[in-house]
């Protein structure tokens, strides 16, 4: 090329690429959008809502006008269950795609990885399916450092309340059980929730007889139902979030003859039965919200909505992400601003009903730092079961609608 | 009674090992070529069998010959579009084209994942089991499905030994094994019995992977461990020797259960690799290896 075309190009080039920038500060001017980025385990079954919803909220927020004039863009981020992608989706998130604020992961290993870089980053970070009480226990212990992640689903300890709150009732009051054996997989999320399975279970009357931890990547669970059933307990009580189909399924392959009950997250998500071909029927699984179950005057009509767009109910991490988009929303209006300090001490003022019901953070001094609160009036959770290849309510009472039925090959021993 | 159970839950996986491994080892056998895609080829018939079944609702049956002919057709593509460039490349030496075809095929294989984990999620799948119920053996509940499984195994290793010993195509697939210069000499078009032999490991190993999605599930992530599992099968029943494979296949099985059993399900698979270390020490060449 020769000298005097290379100059030409380069001031073309060089007058285009202002040109660009110009046209893109007038557009920032104008309306400069809020950004929130999303990364979620889109290719797995209960994380596959998470972008989903965030979506979905955001162009309802939109389509009313936005927050202030500004529209909420959603930049989302696949990270294929992984920390190390979802680490560096953090880092593009912030530092290349400018986001305001974060949604990310249901794993509680991602997330903790993640809680780090929301410090350095100095960015609002809040998950939607995450369990682990390690998440808002480092923020309780280094609050100005961690102060930036907000825990936007229940802890592994509140989610083992909630499971012993609906075992009370339906199964020790209603069926009169007495005996139940823990089941669940090795991973940072049980560990919690399992301390407080033991500690809650006997309170409430079925003796622990047998505590079960396997590998995440168990492929034949036929020696876990037989040890289980050596045990002779009255019911199977679940946590299992990264397994769900392979013991569904193998539980009604084998005739497991003992219900399952307790923290079930892929049995959330309606795609669930298909993916079970519906061995899923029985199966009673804790929930934040269901389809058809009014939590709240918003969580039937987003439920609806979702499967209008998407073509399925969301699992619980969508109606997490979902509320999570409006009260990002809500604190970057009341803080007038989307500069991250400011933006952490609107959350944490947060008050929110959204689809699980109303939505306030822990504070400071609480053990559980910005996790949101569990108890009455606030969230409690629900006691869902698949009856008939649909996700029905069946505990608290003021939302169920039918009683808990059972396959025929589930033997009560009551 | 436990004793029982690990024998017929054994048989069941072990079949099913067995007739995974067939193929693979076949190929090798044939053509001296280590198909690392072969997890990706099961896991591909499985989940098109589920997809065939759950979501355009074609019932079991047509489900199951649908994810076969699905693994037949991805087997083909892979000895197509893979393998068979890189033998008849000029341009990579010889020596190095093994090297070249099992690079190729394990990058074919974590395409093939991740086209299934982007179209169908990384979720596990299970294929609608053909029999359902359960029947009691020896006083253990045994699922019909298991049942089935170990017969449909131990039929087609059965059809495969009769085709390979008992018929001409058969008995050439065999001569190749031995001796593929000889093969050439006697007129008979080298590359036409590679077809045949990718056509059998395609119906294998969709059979394996159907089988496997109804007795315990598969997703995308299974990929990884199914190669893996069929090919330290392999390697210690012998590279190449399918009566070495099936002994192999029996006895991690049978360890792999017994170990669920007695010690974990946690530490299911350690034994067996363990096994596989000991073998490679006094024994290199496998159980029935021919080196």
């Known amino acids: 090329m020769n000298k005097a075309l290379s100059g030409a190009l380069r001031?073309?080039?060089?007058?285009?690429?202002?040109?660009?920038?110009?046209?893109?500060?007038?557009?920032?001017?104008?309306?400069?959008?809020?950004?929130?980025?999303?990364?979620?385990?889109?290719?797995?079954?209960?994380?596959?809502?998470?972008?989903?919803?965030?979506?979905?909220?955001?162009?309802?927020?939109?389509?009313?006008?936005?927050?202030?004039?500004?529209?909420?863009?959603?930049?989302?981020?696949?990270?294929?269950?992984?920390?190390?992608?979802?680490?560096?989706?953090?880092?593009?998130?912030?530092?290349?795609?400018?986001?305001?604020?974060?949604?990310?992961?249901?794993?509680?290993?991602?997330?903790?990885?993640?809680?780090p870089w929301a410090s350095r980053l100095k960015t609002p970070f809040v998950t939607p399916g995450a369990a682990s009480n390690e998440i808002s226990k480092s923020v309780h212990a280094d609050y100005e450092k961690n102060k930036y992640t907000f825990h936007g689903y229940l802890t592994s300890a509140a989610l083992a309340l909630s499971v012993c709150d609906a075992a009370k009732d339906l199964l020790v009051d209603r069926m009169h059980m007495k005996s139940a054996v823990i089941m669940s997989e090795d991973a940072a999320w049980t560990k919690p929730l399992d301390v407080g399975y033991e500690e809650c279970l006997p309170k409430i009357g079925l003796k622990v007889l047998d505590h079960i931890r396997f590998s995440p990547d168990t492929t034949d669970f036929t020696p876990i139902f037989n040890k289980i059933e050596g045990a002779k307990p009255d019911v199977i009580i679940t946590g299992i979030s990264h397994v769900g189909v392979q013991p569904t399924v193998q539980w009604k392959n084998q005739q497991v003859p003992i219900p399952m009950f307790g923290i079930s997250s892929q049995a959330t998500n309606e795609t669930f039965g298909k993916d079970t071909n519906q061995a899923a029927e029985g199966v009673l699984y804790q929930g934040v919200s269901g389809p058809g179950v009014a939590v709240t005057p918003k969580s039937v009509p987003f439920a609806e909505n979702f499967k209008k767009k998407y073509g399925n109910f969301p699992s619980y991490a969508g109606y997490t992400a979902y509320d999570e988009v409006y009260y990002i929303a809500d604190a970057v209006k009341r803080a007038g601003s989307t500069d991250a300090d400011k933006l952490v001490d609107a959350l944490e003022k947060t008050d929110w009903e959204g689809t699980i019901g109303r939505v306030q953070f822990y504070g400071k001094d609480d053990p559980f730092t910005h996790s949101i609160k569990y108890g009455k009036g606030l969230i409690t959770g629900l006691m869902l079961q698949w009856q008939d290849g649909k996700q029905i309510a069946v505990w608290p009472k003021d939302v169920a609608k039918v009683d808990v039925k059972f396959p025929s090959f589930i033997k009560l021993s009551n | 009674m436990r004793a029982f159970q690990i024998l017929i839950d054994g048989f069941a996986i072990s079949a099913l090992y067995a007739l995974g491994a067939t193929g693979f080892t076949l190929i090798f056998g044939v053509s001296g070529v280590l198909n690392l895609s072969h997890g990706?080829?099961?896991?591909?018939?499985?989940?098109?069998?589920?997809?065939?079944?759950?979501?355009?609702?074609?019932?079991?049956?047509?489900?199951?010959?649908?994810?076969?002919?699905?693994?037949?057709?991805?087997?083909?593509?892979?000895?197509?579009?893979?393998?068979?460039?890189?033998?008849?490349?000029?341009?990579?030496?010889?020596?190095?084209?093994?090297?070249?075809?099992?690079?190729?095929?394990?990058?074919?294989?974590?395409?093939?994942?991740?086209?299934?984990?982007?179209?169908?999620?990384?979720?596990?799948?299970?294929?609608?089991?053909?029999?359902?119920?359960?029947?009691?053996?020896?006083?253990?509940?045994?699922?019909?499905?298991?049942?089935?499984?170990?017969?449909?195994?131990?039929?087609?290793?059965?059809?495969?030994?009769?085709?390979?010993?008992?018929?001409?195509?058969?008995?050439?697939?065999?001569?190749?094994?031995?001796?593929?210069?000889?093969?050439?000499?006697?007129?008979?078009?080298?590359?036409?019995?590679?077809?045949?032999?990718?056509?059998?490991?395609?119906?294998?190993?969709?059979?394996?992977?159907?089988?496997?999605?109804?007795?315990?599930?598969?997703?995308?992530?299974?990929?990884?461990?199914?190669?893996?599992?069929?090919?330290s099968i392999v390697v210690l029943g012998g590279l190449g020797s399918v009566s070495g494979s099936l002994i192999a296949a029996f006895v991690v099985g049978y360890l792999e259960t017994l170990t669920a059993y007695l010690v974990s399900p946690a530490y299911r698979t350690i034994p067996a690799l363990l096994l596989l270390v000991f073998v490679m020490y006094i024994r290199p060449q496998g159980l029935l290896g021919r080196r």
């Open chain 1, 11 to 115: 001031i073309a080039l060089g007058a285009a690429a202002t040109g660009a920038v110009m046209a893109a500060s007038g557009a920032a001017l104008a309306a400069d959008p809020i950004r929130i980025g999303v990364i979620a385990e889109a290719q797995a079954i209960a994380g596959a809502s998470i972008p989903q919803a965030a979506q979905l909220a955001a162009d309802e927020i939109n389509a009313k006008g936005g927050v202030d004039g500004r529209k909420i863009e959603i930049i989302g981020y696949d990270n294929h269950s992984s920390s190390a992608d979802s680490v560096r989706a953090f880092q593009r998130a912030v530092n290349e795609d400018k986001v305001n604020a974060v949604i990310a992961s249901y794993i509680s290993e991602v997330v903790l990885a993640l809680e």
């Open chain 2, 40 to 231: 990706a080829i099961m896991v591909a018939a499985a989940v098109a069998a589920w997809a065939a079944a759950s979501i355009l609702g074609v019932g079991t049956y047509a489900g199951a010959l649908i994810g076969v002919a699905v693994a037949l057709l991805t087997a083909f593509a892979t000895y197509f579009a893979v393998v068979k460039p890189i033998q008849d490349s000029r341009r990579i030496p010889n020596e190095e084209k093994e090297i070249f075809v099992l690079t190729g095929t394990l990058l074919w294989g974590i395409m093939i994942q991740e086209l299934i984990a982007y179209f169908f999620t990384n979720n596990a799948k299970t294929v609608l089991p053909i029999v359902e119920g359960v029947v009691e053996i020896l006083g253990v509940r045994t699922p019909k499905n298991e049942i089935f499984t170990a017969i449909v195994c131990c039929l087609v290793i059965a059809l495969l030994w009769l085709l390979v010993n008992r018929t001409r195509t058969g008995k050439a697939v065999l001569a190749a094994s031995m001796n593929p210069r000889g093969v050439t000499l006697l007129g008979l078009e080298l590359t036409n019995i590679y077809i045949v032999v990718w056509a059998i490991y395609g119906i294998l190993a969709g059979i394996a992977g159907v089988l496997l999605g109804m007795f315990l599930g598969v997703s995308s992530y299974s990929v990884g461990p199914l190669t893996a599992s069929a090919f």
